[in-house]
Nanobody
Framework: QVQLVESGGGLVQAGGSLRLSCAAS????????MGWFRQAPGKEREFVAT????????YYADSVKGRFTISRDNAKNTVYLQMNSLKPEDTAVYYC?????????????????WGQGTQVTVSS
């Protein structure tokens, strides 16, 4: 069983940056693929980024490619989402998700464990 807790959300002006963190409990974090998703009001949850268990491979949604970077520190049981050049359309609740596996996963149905979410608001 893995518990995920996100932090780092907040209010930022367009063009600014935020770094989200997702701390995981449990001793098997290093065997987990991790992902970030987001959900804006009135919209479906959407994929943002994913990373393999060892941090070697990553994949991004087109809407964030070149602006967001996913990374992980297995020694700290933490995955990060560095968000730069933020836009108002990035406003959403951001969730981290995890599952055991040795590749990355872009579909939310693939993940077993979810955090509670952290709000990111980008003002224009």
């Amino acid at each position: 069983q893995v518990q995920l807790v996100e932090s780092g959300g907040g209010l930022v002006q367009a063009g600014g940056s935020l770094r989200l963190s997702c701390a995981a409990s449990g001793r098997t974090f290093s065997t987990y693929a991790m992902g970030w998703f987001r959900q804006a009001p009135g919209k479906e949850r959407e994929f943002v980024a994913t990373i393999t268990w060892n941090g070697v491979n990553t994949y991004y949604a087109d809407s964030v490619k070149g602006r967001f970077t996913i990374s992980r520190d297995n020694a700290k049981n933490t995955v990060y989402l560095q968000m730069n050049s933020l836009k108002p359309e990035d406003t959403a609740v951001y969730y981290c998700a995890g599952r055991q596996g040795y590749r990355y996963y872009v579909n939310d149905e693939s993940y077993n464990y979810w955090g509670q979410g952290t709000q990111v608001t980008v003002s224009s």
